[in-house]
Every structure is written in structure tokens, then in C-alpha cells.
């Protein structure tokens, strides 16, 4: 067990709907990453977040959205979905979100399918 | 940026044997390159990790082999069990000279199957 809790697990639902992922940090980590992982592909950086405030952006779509809130946690929001959103979305935390020093801690994803 | 091809896509071994995992990398600057293991329904873990002053690290049964001239690094996992049927992403990111960060590129994965 990492320390890094997803919610929900699994989520089903219909294109052009909006869903939100949850994600905890493990305890003393002030960064966030959402990464996604599609079907045949690698893990894919969306964001990153550092105490609060947002630190990198990678290949995340303007329909995408996240924040971190004062406790921690962070929000991935996924609006106007389409087929194409179905895949596991990873949340990571790490102490100082230096990745090149930092080790990353994987929440167990939620497994996203738009249907 | 970074590019990070990860070879094979599939590998399959009898227990025992030995199981390697190849990766390559584009960014010379890059010096940092971990390496996660991803069980069914899991996040991902790191497994090893080796920074680019050293070329060789060894943990128990897994070791990561580094080649910076030409650029790619090595999983090499000994004696193989079946627990460590997984898939396996290689990741490189570079050591940021002012503020900022920059990210882990990770490869597409390896699923390993370790046949009893």
C-alpha cells in the first residue's frame, strides 16, 4: 500500500458527461501528478501540483481540470467526455515534486469508460 | 523533449530464468531514470532507480544497467518468480538547471509473465 488513496475505483458513464476523480496523498507529501494510461500505451503526464498551486502542465486537454485544495487532496475533472477519455487515471504524490529527486507514490487509479 | 521507446512490449520466461527489459532515451541531458512495476489493479511502484554518475545498481534479484553514450538503460531481473509477473515502465527526466521541474517521460510498458 502506498499511502496514495484513488476514488472511486471504477467509473462508468456517457459521453459528454462530467466526472471528478478524487485523490489523497500520502501523509507529509505536498505534490500531486495525474498521470493517464490508456490501452497500450505508457503513463501520460497530465499536471502537477505543489502545495496548492498548479507546477508543470503536460498534454492535458482544455476539457481537463484539476486543482489541489488547502488539505492536500486534489480533484481531476473531466468534462464533455468522449469515447476516447476511457482509460486509468493515476494520481502520485511526492514530498518536494522534484521528479528528477523525488520518488513518486502511485494511488491504486480509477479505471475510467465512457460509453 | 524527452522520448522514451521501451522494448518488448511482451515478455514471457520460465520461472528461473532471467528476464531483461530495454529501454532508450532521446534527451542526453537526462539523468534520472526509474524504473516502476505495475501489478493488476495497483499503482505503480518504484522497483530501482540509477542516476547517470553511476552505470550499474543492484538490488537482491533486479539490477539497471546505464549506457549514456548510446543512450539506454537495461532492467535485468535474475532467478524470475512468478510474483514478478507485472508490467514494468522505464522512466528518464533531467535535473532542472533554474526553477521549474521536468517530468518523468515514461516508456509504454512491458508485461512480463513469469510461467510457473
Known amino acids: 500500500d502506498s499511502g496514495v488513496t484513488q476514488t472511486p475505483k471504477h467509473l462508468i458513464t456517457a459521453t459528454g458527461q462530467r466526472v471528478t476523480l478524487r485523490c489523497s496523498p500520502r501523509?507529509?507529501?505536498?505534490?500531486v501528478y495525474w498521470y493517464q494510461q490508456s490501452l497500450d500505451q505508457g503513463l501520460q503526464f497530465l499536471i502537477q501540483?505543489?502545495?496548492?498551486?498548479?507546477?508543470a502542465k503536460g498534454n492535458i486537454l482544455e476539457r481537463f481540470s484539476a486543482q489541489q485544495f488547502p488539505d492536500l487532496h486534489s480533484e481531476l475533472n473531466l468534462s464533455s467526455l468522449e469515447l476516447g477519455d476511457s482509460a486509468l487515471y493515476f494520481c502520485?504524490?511526492?514530498?518536494?515534486?522534484?521528479?528528477?529527486?523525488?520518488?513518486?507514490?502511485f494511488g491504486p487509479g480509477t479505471r475510467l469508460t465512457v460509453l | 523533449g524527452e522520448n522514451v521507446e521501451q522494448h518488448p512490449s511482451t515478455l514471457s520466461v520460465q520461472e528461473g530464468d532471467s528476464a531483461v527489459i530495454k529501454c532508450t532515451y532521446s534527451?542526453?541531458?537526462?539523468?534520472?531514470f526509474p524504473w516502476y512495476k505495475q501489478e493488476l489493479g495497483k499503482g505503480s511502484q518504484l522497483i530501482i532507480d540509477?542516476?547517470?554518475?553511476?552505470g550499474e545498481k543492484k538490488d537482491q534479484r533486479i539490477a539497471v544497467t546505464l549506457n549514456k553514450t548510446a543512450k539506454h538503460f537495461s532492467l535485468h531481473i535474475t532467478e524470475t518468480q512468478p510474483e514478478d509477473s507485472a508490467v514494468y515502465f522505464c522512466?528518464?527526466?533531467?535535473?532542472?538547471?533554474?526553477?521549474?521541474?521536468?517530468?518523468?517521460?515514461f516508456g509504454k510498458g512491458t508485461k512480463l509473465s513469469v510461467i510457473p
Open positions: 502520485a504524490s511526492s514530498v518536494t515534486g522534484q521528479p528528477s529527486t523525488d520518488t513518486q507514490y
Open positions: 501523509s507529509g507529501d505536498l505534490s
Open positions: 501540483y505543489y502545495n496548492g498551486e498548479e507546477r
Open positions: 534527451d542526453s541531458a537526462s539523468n534520472y
Open positions: 540509477i542516476r547517470s554518475n553511476v
Open positions: 522512466a528518464a527526466t533531467r535535473t532542472p538547471s533554474g526553477a521549474g521541474s521536468y517530468q518523468l517521460t
